[in-house]
C-alpha cells in the first residue's frame, strides 16, 4: 500500500537512532509520541479515504460512509457502521478490524479505548494470519501495549498523590486543631499570670530569637524578638551591637521610650566589666527590652525578620505593653547564648 511506504519513511526519518547525549532526553516522550504518530498517519487512511476497497461496491460504500463518519468526529457512530459491516462483508474483515482499532485509539476519541483497540488488532493476527495489515497491527499493539503500562503507572502514581494530599490535608486540620487548644491553653495561662500580677523570671535564647516570660518554672507566654545588629556572642564593648549574654534583672521602667515603651536591663554586670576592663574598653550600656521605634508601630511582628537594634531585645509594641504588666522592677532577666 503507498500508505505503508509514506509511514516507513516518515518513522524511519523521525525515529533514526539518536546520537548518546540525546537518548535519555527523548525518552521520556518517546513512546507516546511515537504511539501518537502512528495513530495519526493510520488514521490517515480512513480521512482521506486511501485505503482499497475490495469486495464489491456495497462494501467499499459502507466502509466509505464509515470513514465519512471518522472524518465528521463521529467516532462511535463510525465504530456502529464498521460493526455491522463486519459480518456482512467477511472478505473485508482484516481491514475493518484494523481500522476500528484505530478510531478506538485514536488520540483525538475522547471516548477512546486502548483495551478494545488491543483487541482488535490482536483478532486481526488470530484470525488472519496474512493481512496485508498483519505488519501495522504488531505496530500498534506494541506501542499501545507501551502506552497502556505508562498510562497505568501514572494512574498509580496519581492515586498515590491523591491519598498523599488528604493525608496532608488531615494532618493540617489536626495542626490547625491543636494550635487552637494551645492558644486556647495559652490565654488561659496568660490571664491567670496577670491576675496574679507577676512573672518571677525572663529567659531570652539569642539563637532561637525567643523571649519568654515564666512564674515558678512555668512558661506563660513566648514572644520572637530582634536582638542587636552583630548578635553573636557575648557583649564586650560599648558600639559593638551585640546584646548581652548573662544574668541580670529589669531595674527600671520607661513609659517615654522612643521605642514606645522599654524595660532598663541591669548590664553590665560585675563579670561584663571585668571583661571590658581586661580589654581595656567601656563596656556599654542602655540595654533594654523595648516596643518599635516611635512612628514604625505599623511594622509589627515583620520588625523580627531582621536584627535592628544597637544591641537590645526588641518586641511589638502590644507585646511590650504585656510584658512590662508582668514584670516589675527586680524581675530576673537570663540572657542565653
Not at 506563660?220 to 530582634?226: E, H, R, S
Not at 548590664?267 to 542602655?286: C, H, M, T
Request: proline share 4%; net charge positive.
Amino acid at each position: 500500500m503507498p500508505e505503508q511506504k509514506i509511514f516507513q519513511i516518515i518513522l524511519t526519518k523521525r525515529f533514526r537512532p539518536s546520537l548518546p547525549g540525546k537518548v535519555k532526553n527523548q525518552g521520556r516522550m518517546g513512546k507516546h509520541l511515537c504511539f501518537s504518530l502512528l495513530c495519526t498517519l493510520f488514521a490517515s487512511m480512513l480521512l482521506y479515504g486511501c485505503g482499497h476497497h475490495g469486495g464489491g461496491s456495497q462494501a467499499k460504500s459502507t466502509l466509505e460512509e464509515a470513514n465519512s463518519l471518522f472524518n465528521q468526529g463521529c467516532y462511535q457512530a463510525s465504530l456502529d457502521k464498521y460493526a455491522q459491516s463486519s459480518a456482512k462483508y467477511p472478505a473485508q474483515a482484516d481491514r475493518i478490524l484494523f481500522e476500528m482499532g484505530i478510531v478506538y485509539a485514536y488520540p483525538k476519541n475522547e471516548q477512546k479505548d486502548y483495551q478494545k483497540a488491543l483487541e482488535c488488532f490482536q483478532k486481526l493476527l488470530k484470525d488472519y494470519p496474512a493481512s496485508e495489515y498483519r505488519q501495522n497491527s504488531e505496530m500498534m499493539i506494541f506501542s499501545l501495549t507501551n502506552v497502556a503500562i505508562k498510562d497505568q503507572t501514572i494512574a498509580a502514581q496519581q492515586t498515590q498523590l491523591k491519598t498523599l494530599r488528604q493525608e496532608v490535608t488531615r494532618k493540617e486540620n489536626e495542626i490547625c486543631a491543636l494550635q487552637k487548644k494551645v492558644d486556647a491553653l495559652e490565654k488561659r495561662v496568660f490571664s491567670y499570670a496577670l491576675r496574679k500580677g507577676a512573672a518571677d523570671r525572663i529567659v531570652i535564647e539569642k539563637k532561637a530569637r525567643r523571649l519568654q516570660l515564666l512564674a515558678k518554672g512555668e512558661v506563660l507566654k513566648t514572644y520572637k524578638i530582634a536582638l542587636g545588629g552583630n548578635p553573636i556572642g557575648p557583649k564586650e564593648r560599648e558600639g559593638d551591637k551585640k546584646t548581652p549574654e548573662g544574668t541580670y534583672i529589669i531595674d527600671s521602667h520607661n513609659k517615654r521610650s522612643r521605642y514606645h515603651r522599654s524595660l532598663h536591663i541591669s548590664y553590665p554586670n560585675e563579670k561584663d566589666r571585668k571583661r571590658a576592663e581586661e580589654l581595656g574598653v567601656s563596656p556599654g550600656g542602655d540595654i533594654m527590652i523595648h516596643g518599635i521605634k516611635k512612628g514604625f508601630s505599623w511594622v509589627g511582628d515583620a520588625h523580627t525578620e531582621v536584627d535592628w537594634t544597637q544591641g537590645c531585645i526588641a518586641v511589638t509594641d502590644e507585646e511590650i505593653e504585656e510584658i512590662a504588666r508582668l514584670t516589675p522592677n527586680g524581675t530576673i532577666v537570663e540572657i542565653r547564648p
